[in-house]
């Protein structure tokens, strides 16, 4: 009997990095889908409105609970599979056991497989007498596979109605903002800004995979923490419109470093979405896209007479000759509906 069940395990070990490759994939991409749309503006929305930041940190709990509900799913595919093929080997087991009986002959007892026939439940029966150990381990394989089946069901009614509710909050915050007509240069930002993104997206599902194919996965959770972070930083400083005369009133100083060239903007199709930090994005937040300065830099961006005072929180723009992205509530502050010549000032507490 040990040898049988050495025989097993052995089997169980061999074919579990395939399946749980193939469970993490459809548990997630077959399931929810999480690839950002390109952003495109529409003239017809409501008048903007100001930063709602119990939305935003209810956003980024949904997309902590998809994450992690997504993460289950492919690991319950995994166990399913394995639960599979262990009751499959059981009963091979004693069907082969049961051919033993039908040679050395016996007394029926009990019948253990689904709908026997009388002579096959006759012979069944047989093995069950030498073989008490296969047939526990038979129905406590069938047990666990339904157990298991039914945890996978309710992981999926639970990421669907997550999804939902997520793609309902992201809306709720789009749906605040008032944006002006489009320009073609935008758009080009506003594609390049998704492509980016969907790139991002299919980085974690590949981690995903190859931690399915351990047969654990370890929840991400970083959204409800960089947020928190976020707005514990902006409700220390004058986030917002700000000129350089105003810094030392609120314990700022530059320190030297200074980023100028062109500036562009983003926000429809991103709200609600993660940026590269962790922290959701909010389009009527004081936030901008560096391509290198560190997540959590202070900048006061000018435009001439103008200044805003911003924190880095995402990376970007994606496209060539560009050094900032600005969040729309950013650029309306220094005047721009498209591309805006700035200069922008590192600034930290004096």
């Known amino acids: 009997m040990s040898q049988t069940i050495t025989r097993a ?9 395939t399946v749980a490759v ?19 503006a529409d003239p017809t929305r409501g008048t903007s409105g100001e930063t709602d930041a119990s939305l935003v940190l209810q956003i980024a709990k949904l997309t902590d609970q998809v994450q992690t509900a997504e993460e289950r799913i492919a690991v319950d595919q995994v166990h399913q599979a394995i639960d599979s093929l262990a009751l499959h080997q059981a009963e091979q087991i004693l069907r082969t056991d049961a051919v033993d009986a039908f040679i050395t002959g016996g007394q029926p007892s009990i019948p ?3 709908n026997p026939s009388p002579v096959s439940r006759y012979y069944t029966d047989l093995a069950v007498q030498d073989q008490r150990e296969v047939v526990s381990a038979l129905h406590l394989a069938g047990a666990k596979a339904s157990r298991d089946e039914r945890t996978d069901q309710t992981d999926y009614h639970l990421l669907t109605a997550l999804s939902g509710q997520l793609d309902q909050e992201r809306a709720s915050l789009e749906a605040r903002t008032s944006l002006d007509a489009q320009l073609a240069v935008q758009q080009q930002a506003d594609a390049a800004r998704a492509a980016a993104m969907q790139a991002q997206q299919q980085e974690r599902q590949q981690a ?6 351990s047969g654990s996965v370890a929840p ?14 902006m409700s220390q400083y004058p986030f917002g419109p700000l000129s350089t005369a105003q810094l030392a009133g609120y314990g700022l100083a530059e320190t030297g470093q200074t980023v100028s060239g062109v500036a562009s903007w983003y ?5 609600g979405r993660s940026t590269a930090s962790g922290a959701i994005y909010d389009e009527n937040g004081w936030t901008c896209a560096s391509p290198d300065l560190p997540f959590g830099t202070l900048l006061l961006v000018t435009a001439g007479a103008s200044g805003v005072l911003v924190e880095v929180n995402d990376r970007g723009p994606y496209v060539a000759g560009r050094v900032l992205d600005l969040s729309h509530a950013a650029a309306q502050a220094l005047g721009s509906t498209g591309l805006i010549s700035v200069v922008a000032y590192v600034v930290a507490p004096s």
């Open 9 to 17: 395990t052995s089997s169980l070990r061999v074919v579990l990095a």
């Open 22 to 40: 193939f469970a993490g994939s459809v548990a997630i991409s077959g399931r929810a889908s999480a690839t950002p749309p390109a952003g495109a």
């Open 112 to 114: 253990v497989l689904s």
């Open 208 to 213: 995903l995979d190859a931690a399915a194919n």
């Open 220 to 233: 991400v959770g970083t959204a409800v923490a960089a947020t928190q972070g976020q707005q514990g930083l």
């Open 267 to 271: 926000g429809p199709g991103f709200d």
